[in-house]
């Protein structure tokens, strides 16, 4: 049975590689989180640092998660002390560079909950790149930044 | 006297003087400035325009007086600031529980969304934060005149999914005991340095 379930795993990863989805190699995301918001808010925001060992350049195009309908990505932006958000079609991570998302910039905008978002506890949230690259993470949720 | 007393009334004359003159210097020098928070020179009355809590009730012309008061003007559809400022004050509220309570500040925020943040919702939001926090909602013809007394600017955009979007001022006010913006805190908010600026703030005030 335990072979059995192996074989599967093999297989299904197997699946992956081959498919139009490929694992995004040179690509680490660290620190993600997801800020812990009322059980009555219909958003909140994901704050990660995705780091490129390269080669290239990459583009992070947009994020799924199951536990929310939509997630766009945007930027803060204060302008003479107003804070305005705008929407971002790509963000690009340099070769060998990193890109922090992170309170008061960029962000991960988490709409629609599917459910009340939890006090605790992950979510996981699927990055995608340009090159059909994705990168799973489990974002923590949490009331302040980690150190 | 003997060369040995001369020198130790030398000493003690010596070490008086530095005492006194710290004492001088501890009593009469300016109290050190504020490091984040920008002083209001000429302190702007709020203005008493119709406010309701997040409980339902009216809050009189008395809401900001005999205490102080910190103030941020959000609303509940906001992903990134207004939950990182509340979160901030909350860690800069409970920096400060070892003050007296007459000396502790209220943290408010006024909601610049009055088109969905009803009372209720500010109620399910606010002091999920703190449970101390209080949420504010103003109709929308009295926002104006409140937020021209803080020099907040606030603006509707569309935005996505989200219906619209407000694009908001977010600093942080201090609200003096006499109703009147005393000091403003410009982003970036960080906790440690908001409480100590309180402090700072708290003795000039008490100091002058």
């Known amino acids: 049975m335990k072979i059995a379930a192996l074989c599967m795993l093999a297989l299904l990863s197997a699946c992956g590689r081959t498919g139009p989805e490929a694992p995004a190699e040179g690509l680490a995301v660290r620190g993600a989180w997801i800020r812990a918001v009322p ?26 998660s199951g536990h929310f309908g939509m997630i ?4 803060t932006v204060v302008v003479d002390g107003v804070a305005r958000m705008r929407q971002q079609e790509r963000v690009v991570v340099p070769e060998g560079g990193r890109v922090r998302f992170e309170p008061g910039g960029l962000h991960l905008m988490l709409m629609q909950p599917t459910e009340a978002i939890p006090a605790s ?11 059909d690259r994705v990168l799973v993470v489990d974002a923590e949720v949490r009331t302040d930044p980690p150190n | 006297m003997s060369r040995g007393t001369f020198l130790l009334v030398a ?7 530095a005492a006194g003159g710290a004492w001088v210097a501890a009593r009469f020098a300016p109290p050190p400035e504020p490091v984040q928070a920008r002083l209001l020179q000429a302190p702007r009355t709020v203005p008493a325009v119709p406010m309701i809590d997040h409980s339902g009730s009216p809050l009189g012309d008395d809401a900001f007086r005999g205490h102080w008061t910190l103030v941020f003007f959000g609303f509940t559809h906001c992903p990134d ?9 909350a860690r800069a509220s409970r920096r400060l529980d070892d003050l007296r309570v007459s000396n502790r500040p209220s943290v408010m925020m006024i909601s610049v969304d009055p088109g969905r943040d009803s009372p209720e919702q500010l109620a399910r939001y606010v002091p999920h934060f703190d449970p101390s926090f209080t949420g504010v909602s103003v109709a929308a013809e009295h ?11 606030y603006a509707y955009v569309p935005a996505g999914d989200a219906d619209y979007s407000v694009d908001h001022t977010a600093a942080v006010f201090l609200v003096d005991p006499e109703a009147r913006v005393a000091a403003v805190f410009l982003t970036p908010h960080e906790a440690e340095t908001m409480a100590e600026d309180y402090r700072r703030i708290l003795d000039a005030r008490s100091a002058g």
């Open chain 2, 143 to 153: 926002l104006p005149a409140l937020t021209a007394a803080f020099g907040v600017a």
């Open chain 2, 11 to 17: 000493v003690v004359l010596a070490l008086a003087a």
């Open chain 2, 81 to 89: 600031v207004c939950p990182t400022t509340l979160s901030t004050l």
């Open chain 1, 72 to 75: 766009q990505m945007h930027a």
């Open chain 1, 39 to 64: 059980p009555s808010a219909s958003m909140t925001a994901g704050y990660l640092t995705i780091e490129n060992g390269g080669p290239g350049d990459a583009a992070l195009l947009g994020a799924e």
């Open chain 1, 121 to 131: 506890g992950t979510l996981p949230i699927t990055l995608r790149f340009d090159g």
